[in-house]
């Protein structure tokens, strides 16, 4: 077992080594999440997961698709109420690459459709569901060292229920060029 993880893992890494050279690049991680206008007074933070996909335009620009999920919760202090937030987001990605070095230092601006899910509960069994799409965008700027990368992404949905919906996602991933 521990050989074929090694043999995955050695095509994993020989494959991306040169993935700013390719057409295609698949890229993959998680990380943190942090609430920002409204949403931080309801939610603490949380984790995100995404997945993308780009076909490089120019030796300095991508663009592509971007699936995304991330989970925010808070726990009041006495555990009488849980707040949870699920934003998947479905969204046009276009990346500008600032050098064409194995340090690859970028800016991406995304826009596409993201779908809420808003839940809380109390101890007495008392709950509330609210659900929401709707179109926003985002920002990231990072860092691709080949074929791993370091991002930060900031993601607004606007108003929701009088709310502004927006948080902070920190990123680490792997991308894998063909």
């Known amino acids: 077992m521990k050989k074929i993880l090694c043999i995955v893992l050695l095509a ?3 494959l991306s080594a040169n993935a700013q050279d390719k057409k295609f690049n698949i890229g993959f991680g998680g990380g943190l999440v942090k609430g920002q206008g409204d949403l931080k007074d309801y939610v603490s933070g949380g984790i995100d997961g995404y997945l993308n996909f780009t076909y490089n335009l ?4 991508a663009a592509g698709i971007e699936f995304n ?3 925010l919760v808070a726990v009041e202090e006495e555990g009488e109420s849980i707040d949870a937030t699920k934003i998947n987001g479905v969204l046009l990605k276009g ?3 600032f050098t064409e070095s194995a340090v690859r230092p970028y800016a991406a601006l995304m826009t596409g459709l993201y779908m809420s899910k808003l839940y809380s509960a109390d101890v007495l069994g008392e709950s509330a569901e609210y659900k929401k799409t709707k179109f926003g965008g ?3 700027l990072g860092l691709k ?3 791993f990368n370091l991002g930060v992404s900031y993601h607004n949905m606007g108003k929701i229920e009088e709310a502004k919906v927006s948080y902070l996602q920190y990123n680490l991933g792997f991308n894998i060029g063909f």
């Open 138 to 140: 985002g920002l990231e």
């Open 69 to 71: 999920n991330s989970v």
């Open 95 to 97: 990346v500008y690459y």
């Open 145 to 147: 060292l080949k074929w």
């Open 58 to 61: 120019a030796p300095k620009m």
């Open 12 to 14: 994993v890494v020989a």
